[in-house]
């Protein structure tokens, strides 16, 4: 699987900003979707925004107008930047890479998920 490095997250106050990266480590001809999912304590992994490798984004309903998903100054790098943020955007976040059949990339490494970084919104 894609190895994937995640950084930033911590904790905030309602209504201020956080900003989460992640970078895949894969050959540069290697061509990945980027998405980034949430886990609250005792609820199921969720979708939050994703970026293909083509740079067009997609935002979950609940985040909207206050999230945004970039993709970084490299190759299948991606960053998310949290605004207005809400005590229920508290969970773990997880940036997932799907690869795409595009050039070589049966030489790619296969889909991955990131260890995680907490996201904790104060109140």
């Known amino acids: 699987d894609v190895q994937l490095v995640e950084s930033g997250g911590g904790s905030v106050q309602a209504g201020g900003s956080l900003r989460l990266s992640c970078a895949a480590s ?3 001809f290697c061509y990945y979707d980027m998405s980034w ?3 609250a304590p005792g609820q199921e992994r969720e979708f939050v925004s994703g970026v293909d490798f083509a ?3 997609n935002y979950a309903e609940s985040v909207k ?3 945004s998903i970039s993709q970084g100054n490299g190759k299948n790098t991606v960053s998310l ?3 207005s943020v809400r005590p229920e955007d508290s969970a773990m976040y997880y ?8 050039g070589r990339w049966d ?5 991955g998920w990131g ?3 907490q996201v904790t919104v104060s109140s």
């Open 26 to 28: 894969a050959y540069t």
């Open 37 to 39: 999912y949430r886990q």
């Open 55 to 57: 740079g067009s984004p």
């Open 65 to 67: 107008g206050r999230f």
């Open 81 to 83: 930047e949290m605004n």
């Open 95 to 102: 940036c997932y890479a799907r690869r795409r059949a595009l």
């Open 107 to 111: 030489s790619c490494p296969a889909n």
């Open 115 to 117: 260890q995680g970084t």
